[in-house]
């Protein structure tokens, strides 16, 4: 890791790079979307009317903001630092991937577009876009692999229930990959009348900085409630990392407060070997996916490889560009959790906490355990709590071995 003296670039330039990372990867038929998209995202965010629907939407249909919680007894099993936590699991939908759908189907309605198309895998992504289209009207396409179609039934079913149309991907590994790719053919076919709602911090610019800045309510509202209810700011926060949407959006309000440790965790998954995790600002090099240069695990000859983690929702091979940025300007320090670590992380917070957590987020737990253990009792360690785990608890029960082992 380098680490570069010059101050923290916090937005894209002209051609949708974060320092050496971003840009856009995509055909000639998306540039002109894609333009259209970037000038109706900065007319909107100067305009009150749409701000003020976006903020109302936050507070009561999502139920904004989210609580900032102190964690008494996982602090007391840490014995260190005190230890607080970003409730993103009591958002409507039971995570953070609200705000940006919301956020990105009220640009579509400002652009005149009727439908949105968007790729899932764990199905998460899905259910939220479903969600923000029923909420508004619009005509829903999720494309989402054959393979995670049958292993993600219960939100194939929240989809279709809300009027989405599931679209089965019969391609390549039936799978995320293959889901991507198959929204981007879809939306080169369609972007007179539809938008593309991408998950996560990634896709070519301005995905990446418009899908930050929808998802930093959260880094605001963490900020303004650390002062309140501490009296200061934290000393670390701590986030996992999947595309890097929920870290984004928690960093990003403190990226200029150079005293707040900032920290992403990676899916360590069973090893360290290519193909056993989903870690690649730990262990992948830059190169180009799903229209921007980033960090990307990939092997000797530039394939993207093949990626596995406990949780569905951080199984992805590449990670949003402003994280690399941040990684090689030594501004965040990234690390990885492995499964096991994940797991016996989210049983500790359960029986601690009274609240289940997301698989994805108890990466960021295990973590945030150790990292308070290692600091005195006057610091403050922030957890982003990205989801609730309800979605995980046939898996969690399944690898825990049953509930008589518990
Ligand atoms: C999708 C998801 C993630 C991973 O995505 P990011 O873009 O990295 O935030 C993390 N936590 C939960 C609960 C998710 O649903």
């Given at each position: 890791?380098?680490?570069?003296?010059?101050?923290?670039?916090?937005?894209?330039?002209?051609?949708?790079?974060?320092g050496q990372f971003g840009g856009v990867y995509i055909p000639e038929t998306l540039i002109t979307a894609v333009r259209a998209l970037e000038a109706a995202y900065n007319d909107a965010i100067n305009d009150t009317a749409f701000t003020g629907e976006f903020e109302e939407l936050l507070k009561v249909y999502v139920g904004r903001p989210t609580p900032l919680q102190f964690a008494r007894?996982?602090?007391?099993?840490?014995?260190?630092?005190?230890?607080?936590?970003?409730?993103?699991d009591l958002a409507h939908t039971g995570a953070h991937k609200i705000n940006n759908s919301l956020g990105q189907a009220l640009l579509t309605k400002r652009m005149g577009k009727k439908r949105i198309i968007a790729e899932t895998g764990a199905g998460q992504h899905g259910v939220a876009t479903a969600t923000a289209a029923a909420c508004m009207d619009l005509q829903c396409d999720v494309?989402?692999?054959?393979?995670?179609?049958?292993?993600?039934?219960?939100?194939?079913?929240?989809?279709?229930?809300?009027?989405?149309?599931?679209?089965?991907?019969?391609?390549?590994s039936c799978t995320l990959k293959d889901a991507t790719n198959a929204a981007m053919r879809d939306w080169m076919a369609t972007s007179e009348n539809t938008h593309y709602i991408i998950g996560s911090v990634v896709g070519p610019h301005p995905f990446p900085m418009i899908v930050r800045n929808f998802q930093s309510v959260m880094g605001r509202e963490a900020r303004q409630?650390?002062?309140?209810q501490i009296g200061r700011l934290p000393d670390q926060i701590v986030a996992c990392v999947g595309g890097g949407s929920n870290a984004a959006g928690i960093f990003y309000p403190f990226i200029n407060d150079t005293q707040v440790g900032l920290v992403g965790v990676e899916a360590g998954g069973r090893s360290q070997i290519l193909g056993d995790h989903a870690a690649p600002?730990?262990?992948?090099?830059?190169?180009?996916?799903?229209?921007?240069?980033?960090?990307?695990?990939?092997?000797?000859?530039?394939q993207t490889s093949?990626?596995?983690?406990i949780s569905a929702g951080l199984d992805y091979p590449g990670v949003g560009p402003e994280h690399s940025y941040w990684h090689d300007a030594g501004r965040v320090r990234y690390t990885a959790c492995t499964d096991e670590a994940a797991l016996d992380a989210f049983k500790a917070f359960t029986r601690d906490e009274g609240i289940l957590p997301a698989l994805e987020s108890s990466h960021a737990i295990a973590?945030?355990?150790?990292?308070?253990?290692?600091?005195?009792?006057?610091?403050?360690?922030?957890i982003?709590?990205?989801?609730?785990?309800?979605?995980?608890?046939?898996?969690?029960i399944r690898l825990l071995g049953g509930t008589e082992s518990l």
């Open positions: 890791m380098s680490t570069s003296t010059s101050p923290i670039i916090t937005n894209p330039d002209a051609n949708g790079y974060f007894r996982l602090t007391a099993r840490a014995g260190g630092a005190q230890i607080w936590l970003k409730r993103e494309f989402m692999g054959t393979e995670d179609i049958r292993r993600q039934r219960p939100n194939v079913q929240r989809m279709k229930l809300m009027g989405a149309n599931v679209v089965p991907v019969e391609s390549g409630q650390c002062l309140e600002l730990n262990f992948g090099q830059p190169g180009v996916l799903h229209g921007s240069l980033s960090y990307v695990l990939q092997n000797d000859d530039g093949d990626v596995h983690s973590h945030a355990l150790d990292l308070a253990s290692s600091l005195p009792k006057e610091q403050v360690v922030l982003n709590v990205s989801g609730r785990g309800d979605k995980d608890l046939d898996e969690a």
